[in-house]
């Protein structure tokens, strides 16, 4: 049932939610083999979605082959500058990709002075029959609003119990952001400039 705007953070310290840092900049790298022909252009829309919402400094820094060095969540290492990558993967590659799994979304937390937290080199993983679905029916919409989840994972939103909201966790027909989400992604994009 629909409530009131809601949202929920991954982690928080002190009460405060980790967040990327608020002055750097943020860069995504699209890795679109196994993906729809528009890849890197639902990409980019998502991404200016998120950089309206949130207000930090986020860009795409190009389309790219092979393998993100974290696409798979586990692979490494992971540098604290690497971008979050966006790739199409299966659940041979991935098991968590199942049938009812379309994404996975995530980023590693990095720990600094004082037991401080921030959020670096995020992945996004998209469901390549999934997607090939969605290509075939011309269903934009739904391939958006799946990466607009995904990225709100990464920047540091949780799942809700609210049908209002994207990031609600059992989502079947929203394909924009909530009020709830749009209230957490603004305070996630205030977090400290490290």
Request: some cysteine.
């Amino acid at each position: 049932s629909h409530q009131d705007p809601a949202y929920a953070f991954l982690d928080s310290v002190g009460g405060h939610p980790v967040t990327y840092s608020s002055c750097q900049l943020i860069q995504v790298a699209v890795y679109p083999a196994g993906g729809p022909p528009d890849a890197e252009q639902l990409v980019r829309e998502a991404v200016d979605t998120m950089r309206s919402a949130t207000g930090l400094k986020i860009v795409v820094a190009g389309t790219f082959g092979g393998h993100a060095p974290n696409w798979n969540f586990k692979a490494g290492p992971v540098y604290p500058d690497d971008p979050i990558a966006v790739s199409w993967q299966d659940g041979d590659a991935i098991a968590e990709l199942t049938d009812e799994i379309a994404g996975l979304g995530g980023s590693r937390e990095v720990i600094g002075r004082g037991g401080s937290k921030r959020y670096v080199a995020g992945t996004i993983a998209l469901s390549r029959d999934y997607y090939a679905y969605l290509d075939k029916h011309h269903n934009h919409a739904e391939a958006l609003a799946v990466l607009l989840h995904e990225f709100g994972h990464v920047f540091g939103l949780a799942h809700v119990d609210s049908s209002g909201e994207l990031m609600y966790r059992h989502n079947i027909c929203r394909t924009a952001l909530g009020p709830g989400d749009l209230e957490g992604l603004q305070l996630l994009g205030k977090g400290p400039c490290t």
